[in-house]
């Protein structure tokens, strides 16, 4: 039995919060669920202590809902200074910079992400291809034979490709690739591809007054998290638990 201040929470409520945090055993997940009931009982505890109860219409207040008013009351969030950007600006200069620009040839293997049975057989298929490419046969002409894409209407030239224009999983692979064909086929939700990269052009820096405002939101929302942890972390040093036992060095309270 889990006790905070005196108010149990019942094996059933830890059960049943179980179900929204998955892990890979049970007993972490009952962990999880068990520390995010505790932390939701002692905001609504301290919320209600300050006299910060909810609207008369609002009768079931989440914990975001008493975060967000304790957060108000009682949590100081100092806001990232123009030097603090021009530094992580200074130290970070690969993030600020234009989207690479890649001209890609592709042949898709196409297969459902829920038919294994297709996938197999495309994984094989694309081997297949991508060693007779290696070998010296022209990507082009099989992709207007074997890719189901409508780029195989051009040789399977997709043309220019900047980031956000392809799925992320195929854009990881490729955006990180060398000119030239790549070692083994792509995999994405469509299938398998076989991709020739025939040029990659590297972005351009930004410069720093384009993405001031987002480096301010990025360390703000750093600095935010890092006190809500903090705050968290002295409500539960100064409650009585029962029941459960946090390490707080260790916790990631802010799952």
Do not use: W
């Amino acid at each position: 039995m889990i006790q905070v201040n005196e108010v149990e929470i019942s094996e059933s409520a830890v059960f049943a919060e179980t179900q929204y945090h998955p892990a890979e055993t049970k007993e972490e997940a009952i962990n999880s669920a068990a520390r995010t009931l505790i932390i939701a009982e002692l905001l609504k505890q301290r919320a209600l202590a300050l006299g910060l109860e909810p609207a008369a219409d609002d009768a079931k207040s989440s914990e975001d809902d008493y975060l967000e008013k304790l957060i108000e009351a009682e949590v100081y969030i100092p806001t990232a200074s123009d030097d603090a950007c021009r530094q992580y600006f200074d130290n970070n200069p690969q993030r600020f910079t234009t989207s690479p620009l890649l001209e890609v040839r592709h042949i898709l293997l196409a297969a459902g992400p829920e038919d294994d049975v297709a996938r197999v057989e495309s994984k094989q298929l694309a081997e297949e291809l991508l060693k007779r490419v290696q070998a010296g046969e022209n990507i082009s002409e099989l992709a207007a034979k074997h890719s189901r894409c409508p780029s195989s209407q051009t040789g399977g030239s997709l043309g220019q490709i900047s980031r956000g224009q392809t799925v992320p999983e195929f854009e990881r692979q490729v955006f990180t690739a060398n000119e030239g064909l790549m070692p083994s086929p792509v995999e994405s939700r469509y299938g398998f591809h076989i991709v020739m990269v025939d040029r990659h052009i590297a972005g351009k820096p930004l410069p720093y007054e384009a993405v001031q405002r987002k480096i301010a939101e990025y360390l703000g929302e750093k600095v935010r998290r890092k006190a809500v942890a903090q705050y968290i972390e002295t409500l539960i040093s100064d409650a009585e638990i029962q029941g459960y036992h946090f390490d707080v060095s260790d916790s990631p309270l802010m799952q």
